[in-house]
């Protein structure tokens, strides 16, 4: 058996993405990580139960509280705000928490290794939010060469990126075909509960629920 | 004034490294990792004093206490022995923990990037630790793509491994003329002191002092 280490936020990418990996007969080992973001505990909470659904193997729970003291990021620090989606924003967003998929592609490597993983899924996109450095198909490819040089030479991780150039409603449409419980997903940068519906990415999941013409099961505060 | 992140473990080559940084005109960011290694108390206990001895700006202590979860390293698993030093061994030794020095750079990255830091200083060689995939110039290299492309564009860090391909004892004279204080350092895989004398660390640092012609200040329970 294939076993694969899933990069589980419990967002609505990253699940879809456990989903997927099982589907292409990955046998998963579904990997959360915390990092202080305010809403850590309702994505723990989704991380769980998405694992727990589909099967996964193993859940490793992992808590990044350096993010916070380290800051930088409107995610992880409570004295800054976190902005409303701006329409046709090019710039960096301040909820870019600094190299922060590098760390947790670190851990899933060091993870796959110890349990002889052959592969590890990670739900990056580069299109939707193009103001991360660290979700560019250039990065990722380059990450792919460190993980080959910086590992045992018996060693034979693949990085495996199947949403890097889809958009939110594609990821969503192959979702609602695995049947992806999307009640039990949670993507709103602000809040653990109404999501706030204002942000960068409760607009962006709304946006593709409305393009799939589907609704949200979660509960908002406010829909635009 | 430039800045510098230095990864100081508190054993003798990251302490000289952090030396060497200053030296080079840099203000010291310095970053100490316990990640469930067995001498973790003394080695945090060797960092922080090299640190205030030598002037660093911050002091940042992490724990990355998830390695002893993921497991596969006699480092952190106490369930697995560390072996004695044995001449001419090539495999990979069982105190490799699987890509730890990725999930260090990485941290480091993110800390200079939050910080505006220009260099994050690592105290990797090839030579001593063979067996080690993550010592290679080649890692090394591959991860500064890693940097430039995952990190923001306006962002510029330099990684320094100015010992790359030294050996300990060029190490060691380097250290001895900048006044490194080695009795503040650490090396010992097996026990937070006396050092064992036996295991490979402690075997390649006391054949530098060897080398050298100097007396290790710290204490051993039995020399080869």
């Excluded at 990670?122 to 490819?141: L, N, T």
């Excluded at 380059?142 to 939110?168: C, E, W, Y």
């Excluded at 990821?171 to 809040?191: A, F, K, M, N, Q």
Aim: charged share 25%; aromatic share 10%.
């Amino acid at each position: 058996m294939m076993k694969a280490v899933c990069l589980l936020s419990g967002g609505m990418d990253s699940s879809t993405l456990a989903y997927v990996a099982r589907d292409m007969g990955y046998v998963v080992y579904a990997l959360h990580m915390a990092y202080g973001q305010r809403t850590e505990n309702r994505e723990r909470e989704c991380a769980r139960k998405i694992s727990e659904l589909l099967g996964a193997e193993e859940f490793l729970e992992i808590s990044l509280a350096y993010f916070a003291r380290i800051g930088g990021s409107s995610l992880v620090d409570r004295a800054m705000a976190i902005a409303d989606h701006v329409e046709g924003e090019t710039a960096m967003p301040s909820t870019y928490v600094p190299f922060r998929n590098a760390n947790l592609l670190s851990i899933a490597t060091s993870y796959a290794e110890a349990r002889g993983a052959d592969a590890i899924f990670i739900g990056v996109q580069a299109s939707d939010y193009a103001g991360y450095p660290d979700c560019r198909p250039e990065f990722i490819d380059a990450f792919q060469r460190v993980i080959d040089l910086g590992t045992a030479d018996s060693t034979r991780i693949r990085l495996i990126t199947p949403f890097v150039r889809m958009n939110k409603a594609d990821i969503l449409r192959t979702g609602i075909d695995l049947g992806v419980p999307y009640e039990h997903t949670w993507s709103c940068y602000r809040s653990d509960g109404p999501a706030c519906g204002r942000c960068d990415s409760c607009f962006y999941r709304l946006e593709a629920f409305r393009r799939v013409g589907a609704r949200d099961p979660i509960a908002y505060a406010e829909e635009r």
